[in-house]
C-alpha cells in the first residue's frame, strides 16, 4: 500500500482545485453507470460493497495515481483503470454510498478526505481514519469480531521510530489501534466476520496502522480477501485465500460499513 501515500499512477479524471474550493464532477468511466440500476434494490452495505468491488477484479494494480503532497496542489483523481489496496477501497466506498451517477463526485470526497476539504493535510491517509469521522459511515468492528481474543496498540499515526514525520504536512496523531491475531482466527471468530467488511492488515511498524487493505468475501462457506495485489505473478485485484494470506502476518483490524 506504499504506506498509505495515496500518491498513486495514471488517472482518467483530475481536477486542479483551489484547497476547499468545492465539488468536482469526476464522471465515472463507461459502463459503471449499470451497477446502479443493478443496487437499485439493494440496501445492505455489505451486499452493495461485494457487488461493486466485483467489477473490480482483474484491474492492473497501479500505485501512485492520487496526486498531492505538502509541497504540490491537491488533485481530485479518478482513476479505473488502475488502483492501489486503498484506491480501490476509496472508489467501492464511494459507491457504495452513491443512489445515482451524479452522487460519485460528491460521495468520493466525502469518503477520501475530512470536512469536505480537497487538501493534502485533509486527506485520509490511514486506514483507521475511515473509522474516526464523526458520521458512523465505517465502524471499527474488530473487538467485536475478535471478542477475548482482541489486542490493542497504541500507535503515533505518522511519526517514525526516529522520531520524524512519513508524510510531511501531516500531523501526528495517536490512535488505539484494535487487532486480531491471526492464530486466533478459528471458527467462532472467523464466523463474525461478514462479506462487504474492510480488513486491514496490522503493521507493527512505528507510525503506521496498517501495511496492506482489502475486502473480506465470504463464498461457500470459505472467506477469500478481495484485494489489489502488487505481488508480481498477480498484479490486479484478485481474491485470495483468506487464511493463507495471513499467514506470517501480524494481525487484522475489521471496519465494516454501515
Not at 486542479?16 to 468536482?24: D, T, W, Y
Not at 466485483?54 to 479518478?78: C, H, N, S
Not at 511519526?159 to 504536512?169: D, E, F, P, W, Y
Request: charged share 25%; net charge positive; proline share 5%.
Amino acid at each position: 500500500m506504499n504506506k498509505r501515500w495515496r500518491l498513486c499512477g495514471l488517472c482518467l479524471a483530475v481536477l486542479l482545485l483551489a484547497v476547499g474550493s468545492g465539488r468536482a464532477e469526476v464522471g465515472l468511466p463507461s459502463g459503471w453507470q449499470g451497477v446502479f440500476t443493478e443496487l437499485a434494490a439493494s440496501t445492505d452495505p455489505g451486499a452493495r460493497v461485494v457487488k461493486i468491488s466485483e467489477k473490480f477484479l482483474g484491474t492492473p494494480y497501479r500505485a501512485r495515481t492520487l496526486i498531492g503532497g505538502a509541497d504540490i496542489p491537491e488533485q481530485l483523481v479518478a482513476e479505473f483503470g488502475g488502483v492501489d489496496c486503498f484506491t480501490l477501497l476509496d472508489y467501492v466506498e464511494a459507491l457504495r454510498r452513491s443512489a445515482t451517477p451524479d452522487d460519485f463526485p460528491a460521495r468520493l470526497v466525502e469518503v477520501r478526505y475530512r470536512d469536505g476539504i480537497i487538501a493534502w493535510d485533509h486527506r485520509r491517509h490511514f486506514f483507521t481514519d475511515w473509522a474516526a469521522a464523526p458520521d458512523g459511515r465505517i465502524v471499527d468492528v474488530t473487538v467485536e469480531v475478535g471478542g477475548n481474543q482482541t489486542r490493542r496498540a497504541i500507535k503515533q499515526l505518522n511519526r517514525s521510530a526516529a522520531g520524524t514525520r512519513l508524510l510531511a504536512g501531516v500531523e501526528v496523531r495517536e490512535r488505539p489501534v484494535s487487532l486480531i491475531p491471526p492464530q486466533a482466527l478459528d471458527a467462532s471468530v472467523s464466523s463474525r466476520l461478514r462479506s462487504g467488511d474492510y480488513l486491514g492488515i496490522y503493521a507493527p511498524e512505528e507510525g503506521l496502522d496498517v501495511s496492506h487493505v482489502g475486502i473480506v468475501i465470504r463464498r461457500d462457506d470459505h472467506l477469500y480477501l478481495r484485494h489489489a495485489s502488487s505481488r508480481r505473478e498477480s498484479g490486479r485485484v484478485i481474491d485470495s485465500d483468506l487464511a493463507a494470506y495471513l499467514a506470517g502476518k501480524s494481525g487484522i483490524v475489521i471496519l465494516r460499513p454501515r
